[in-house]
């Protein structure tokens, strides 16, 4: 068969394609600003070494972490409507779903990242009077952050790619927009296969950032 | 809202009750999940072996099929599978979709995996494979009976994970569809609208898979340990 991409324009770009990549993208940040922040608590309970605060954190991330994406996606697009009493659009309940879902992974690795942390330096901080509070915010907190920032950005890379799964509710995102277009234009194949070559493009892009940005961070340290 | 677990019992119109189906549906994710696992380990551990030879050809192979199948999303491997590669090679048009899933899931893990069996090999000490080539070993030979046998214990926890996440990952394939456990879900959730007990059960079922491959990885990790090294109590 031959391929055509005759019909392509910047018309068919910015009318179907774009939406979804507006929408994906967006998706991703809220999910990683949300997540990470989520994450940061539920890792912070983890650590805290108080039952009441370890067993539902521990709870939480081994039971996102054991259920496929895609059926957490479904159960939110079922739940959400029955606890708040009216239905949600897709687009919304993915926004949620992934921000609650990629709590759990974010947490893991910010666990990972404070553990990684010599605990001498939080006794030293309650040695000279701070408070556990303090302790986390001046002292482990940002180097935690930076150890783990490369692994932060490979999950968000993997969340982006992980944003086509909204396909399961119908959500429009990126590839939602490819299958659009070549539905319209009557060529999916040359569609599927461009949108192949995109997320692949964006996503080997920001890995080649990050593996860069882990080289820097490495000769500083 | 009340339970209705009676819904499992209920014909699907077919002549069966929707518990065999799910249960047929919980052997197809299995049975995606085994298949595409053998495709997974066999190619992974070919491109991540590849990408440790000193043969530079062989690590640009390795490192391409890598960041290739690493950054396409699985649902988008999917349909390139199932409707790209057909529609340019013709005579791929008459094979079953379950076998484009199989690839597509297979190659997917397969480039993680190619990634721990790098890293497992990289984690051995450089003397080993100096002192394989120096006892006059080939190349392949020290591969065979020096670094491989070690390598592979090493990474036998991040291939459980993987081998967990292929279960996972097996999901996906409702989007061409294939009867497994999310297709069975969004069907039978469709058709008898008791969306939660189907769910809770499918999510069961993919509890009860992980965990029972995770015991399985356990199991083996215990067969193969070598006496003394890599965490063993012995």
Redesign the interface.
């Known amino acids: 068969?031959n391929?055509t991409f005759a019909f392509l324009d910047w018309n068919v770009v910015s009318s179907f394609i774009l939406k979804g990549f507006i929408f994906s993208v967006q998706l991703t940040l809220f999910a990683m600003v949300g997540g990470i922040a989520l994450g940061t608590a539920i890792a912070l309970m983890r650590l805290s070494g108080k039952k009441w605060l370890v067993l539902p954190a521990a709870f939480y991330v081994n039971t996102l972490r054991?259920?496929?994406?895609?059926?957490v996606i479904?159960?939110f697009f079922?739940?959400i409507p029955?606890l708040i009493g009216r239905p949600l659009g897709a687009e919304l309940s993915a926004i949620i779903t992934f921000t609650v879902f990629e709590a759990a992974y974010y947490s893991e690795i910010m666990r990972a990242g404070i553990q990684s942390v010599p605990h001498g330096q939080v006794s030293a901080g309650y040695a000279v009077g701070m408070t556990y509070a303090q302790c986390m915010k001046l002292i482990v907190l940002p180097q935690a952050f930076r150890n783990m920032l490369p692994v932060l950005l490979t999950q968000t890379?993997i969340l982006f790619?992980?944003t086509?799964?909204v396909?399961?509710v119908g959500a429009y995102d990126l590839?939602k927009g490819f299958e659009v277009a070549g539905k319209n234009f009557n060529r999916?194949?040359e569609m599927?296969?461009l949108?192949?070559i995109t997320?692949?493009v964006i996503?080997?892009s920001l890995?080649m950032l990050v593996r860069q940005l882990q080289k820097r961070i490495a000769i500083i340290r | 809202m009340s339970w209705d677990w009676q819904v499992f019992f209920q014909d699907t119109g077919g002549g069966q009750t929707y518990f065999r189906w799910m249960m047929s549906a919980w052997g197809w994710t299995l049975l995606v999940s085994a298949c595409s696992l053998v495709v997974a380990l066999t190619v992974g551990s070919l491109m991540g072996i590849l990408r440790t030879t000193p043969v530079k050809a062989f690590v640009w192979i390795g490192n391409a099929w890598t960041e290739l199948f690493r950054n396409v999303p699985l649902l988008v491997q999917i349909f390139l599978w199932y409707h790209v590669i057909p529609s340019i090679w013709k005579t791929l048009q008459g094979v079953p979709d379950f076998v484009a899933v199989v690839i597509a899931l297979g190659f997917f893990t397969s480039a993680r995996i190619a990634e721990q069996v790098k890293a497992g090999i990289q984690a051995l000490p450089k003397g080993q494979r100096y002192a394989g080539l120096a006892m006059g070993l080939t190349l392949p030979q020290t591969y065979r009976y020096v670094i491989l046998p070690m390598a592979f214990r090493i990474v036998i926890p991040p291939l459980t994970s993987e081998s967990m996440n292929i279960i996972k990952n097996s999901s996906v394939a409702f989007a061409v569809s294939i009867s497994e456990l999310t297709f069975f879900a969004m069907q039978a959730q469709e058709e008898t609208s008791r969306g939660v007990e189907i769910y809770l059960a499918v999510t069961g079922l993919y509890f009860v898979s992980a965990f029972a491959v995770n015991r399985v990885a356990a199991f083996i990790e215990k067969r193969v340990q070598v006496p003394g090294i890599l965490g063993s109590k012995r």
């Not at chain 1, 054991?66 to 059926?71: H, R, Y």
């Open positions: 068969m391929l054991s259920i496929p994406l895609v059926m479904l159960w079922l739940l029955l890379i790619q992980d086509s799964l396909y399961a590839l999916p194949v599927y296969l949108a192949a997320y692949f996503c080997f890995s």
